[in-house]
T-cell receptor, first 113, second 111 residues
Framework: AQSVTQLGSHVSVSEGALVLLRCNYS??????LFWYVQYPNQGLQLLLK??????LVKGINGFEAEFKKSETSFHLTKPSAHMSDAAEYFC???????????FGKGTKLTVNP | EADIYQTPRYLVIGTGKKITLECSQT?????MYWYQQDPGMELHLIHY???????EKGDLSSESTVSRIRTEHFPLTLESARPSHTSQYLC??????????FGEGSRLTVL
C-alpha cells in the first residue's frame, strides 16, 4: 500500500540549530509529496510541495525539502531553527489519479532557547 | 490566509446526543474533505466531496454522515455520539491538486 513514514514522533533542537525532519515514501510510481505544518490549536497549512518539476523544493519560513528517488525520501530541513518553528509537521503523499492525500503520523518539533 | 471556518471549535457532549460539526469555506472550492486526527496517528480521511450533491466515504470507516447541498457548506453529523467518537475533526477544501486549505478543527469529547 502507498504510504509515508515519518521517522521520529518528536524532534528537539536548540534555537539556531539545523532542523531535519525525515519522511520516506512507499510507492511504485513517482508520487506528489507535501509537507504541512500545524501550529498549536490551528489547522494544517501547506509548507511546500514536490510535483516533479525540481528535486529541491523551497517553502515558506525558510524550509526546504529534497526529493531523492534512490532513497525514497523527502526530508524537510531548515538551516537555523527559530522559536516560532515549534509545531507539528506532517509529510503527505498524493498520486496521480487520486484526489486524496495520505498523511504520515506527524513529527512534533520543539525548539529550545 | 485560508477562508475556511469550523464550528464549534470545542464540544463536550454526553453519550447518545446528536451533533453536527459545521464547515464553511468562502473560496468557491468544489472539493471538500473531513479528516479525523488523533494524537500520534495519521490524519485519516473519513469523508470527501467533489461538488454539490456528491459525497463519498474515505479510507477510515466512520459512523458519521455528511451532506453537500451548497458549495460552501459541508457539515458532518453524528446521530448518536459515543466515547469512541472523541477526536479532533478537521475540515479542508481544495481547487484540486492536493493543496488543501484546512480549518482550525473541531475537538469533540463524548462523555
Amino acid at each position: 500500500a502507498q504510504s509515508v513514514t515519518q521517522l521520529g514522533s518528536h524532534v528537539s533542537v536548540s534555537e539556531g540549530a539545523l532542523v531535519l525532519l525525515r519522511c520516506n515514501y512507499s510507492s511504485s510510481v513517482p508520487p506528489y509529496l507535501f509537507w504541512y505544518v500545524q501550529y498549536p490549536n490551528q489547522g494544517l497549512q501547506l509548507l511546500l510541495k514536490y510535483t516533479s518539476a525540481a528535486t529541491l523544493v523551497k517553502g515558506i519560513n525558510g524550509f526546504e525539502a529534497e526529493f531523492k528517488k534512490s532513497e525514497t525520501s523527502f526530508h524537510l530541513t531548515k538551516p537555523s531553527a527559530h522559536m516560532s518553528d515549534a509545531a507539528e509537521y506532517f509529510c503527505a503523499f498524493g498520486q496521480g489519479g487520486s484526489e486524496k492525500l495520505v498523511f504520515g503520523k506527524g513529527t512534533k518539533l520543539t525548539v529550545n532557547p | 490566509e485560508a477562508d475556511i471556518y469550523q464550528t464549534p471549535r470545542y464540544l463536550v457532549i454526553g453519550t447518545g446526543k446528536k451533533i453536527t460539526l459545521e464547515c464553511s469555506q468562502t473560496m468557491g472550492h468544489d472539493k471538500m474533505y473531513w479528516y479525523q486526527q488523533d494524537p500520534g496517528m495519521e490524519l485519516h480521511l473519513i469523508h470527501y466531496s467533489y461538488g454539490v450533491n456528491s459525497t463519498e466515504k474515505g479510507d477510515l470507516s466512520s459512523e458519521s454522515t455528511v451532506s453537500r447541498i451548497r458549495t460552501e457548506h459541508f457539515p458532518l453529523t453524528l446521530e448518536s455520539a459515543r466515547p469512541s467518537h472523541t477526536s479532533q475533526y478537521l475540515c479542508a477544501s481544495s481547487w484540486g491538486g492536493w493543496e488543501l486549505f484546512f480549518g482550525e478543527g473541531s475537538r469533540l469529547t463524548v462523555l
